[in-house]
């Protein structure tokens, strides 16, 4: 059986999926931005620097 990715309990909403509320849509939401989510990334370091000659 699927169950919501927050609070595990409850089995999807169709207006909110694959949350089964919007208070869990909510909570993903801040999740998302408020940084606690990420996406692991390496930095650039080959960029060149840029040009201040103007």
Excluded at 10 to 27: E, G, I, L
Excluded at 29 to 38: D, E, F, M
Aim: hydrophobic share 35%.
């Amino acid at each position: 059986m699927v169950t919501c990715p927050i609070c595990k309990k409850a089995p999807p909403d169709a207006a909110y999926r694959p949350f089964c509320s919007r208070r869990c849509a909510d909570v993903d939401l801040q999740r998302w931005l408020s940084g606690v989510y990420a996406v692991p990334a390496e930095p650039l370091d080959d960029a060149p620097p840029p040009d201040d000659e103007e």
